[in-house]
């Protein structure tokens, strides 16, 4: 079966650095997203991998590596509006978006 | 940026009764719809995929006469909850795309709608 895991939840403090972890098992590889839920909200794109490597967006940057199934969300210079769920999702050889349970990120002063 | 509006935000009906959500894309063309659901503390699932002029595609285990999804338009998608019952109760969201479903192309969500069914 197809699976994406990632932390339930984690806590960081203000003005830190925090990195959330994705694994996944899925059939095929078609790139790779994170998005940003605030609690009540829909989600919001913050990035997305195809490719191996780092890509930064400002404070946000995302990691992907395809051989090991593996992927982390670096989030810099926490803002307390940063506490959200972050989702991972992985679209898969049918271009279907596989999605995880996202991970509840607490952000403390 | 792409806009997805999607109404009502929040419902609240009785046990049986059938409610519409709407799901608009404000300034461009949706070909493709997709509606999800989430259960707190879960991810989203895919419900179904909306294409304008065509039936949708339900996912396995979604009963697509409980689940009514119209595409009428490039702008318009609905979904309508039948005989709602509690276990019904859920947050739903739409997504929608302007482009193939490739590459970088990144879905704009709606802003979801609570359903609580009593």
């Known amino acids: 079966g197809q699976n994406i895991d990632q932390p339930t939840e984690m806590t960081a403090t203000e003005g830190a650095i925090v990195q959330i972890n994705c694994t996944y098992q899925?059939?095929?590889?078609?790139?790779l997203f994170w998005y940003q839920q605030h609690a009540g909200e829909a989600p919001t794109f913050l990035s997305y991998?195809?490719l191996d490597g780092l890509e930064e967006k400002g404070r946000f940057s995302s990691f992907l590596s395809r051989s090991k199934g593996y992927s982390y969300l670096l989030l810099k210079e926490l803002q307390m509006k940063d506490s959200a769920s972050y989702l991972c999702a992985v679209r898969d050889s049918n271009y279907q978006l596989i999605w995880g349970a996202g991970t509840k990120l607490i952000i403390k002063p | 940026g792409a806009v997805v509006s999607q109404h009502p935000s929040w419902v609240i009906c009785k046990s049986g009764t059938s409610v519409k959500i709407e799901c608009r894309s404000l300034d461009f063309q949706a070909t493709t719809m997709f509606w999800y659901r989430q259960f707190p503390k879960q991810s989203l699932m895919l419900m179904a995929t909306s294409n304008e002029g065509s039936k949708a595609t339900y996912e396995q285990g979604v009963e697509k006469d409980k689940f009514l999804i119209n595409h009428a338009s490039l702008t318009l998608s609905t979904l309508t909850v039948t005989s709602a019952h509690p276990e019904d109760s859920s947050f739903y969201i739409c997504s929608a795309s302007d482009r193939p479903i490739s590459g970088a192309n990144v879905l704009t969500f709606g802003a979801g709608s609570r359903l609580t069914v009593l």
């Open positions: 991998n195809v």
């Open positions: 899925t059939s095929g590889f078609n790139g």
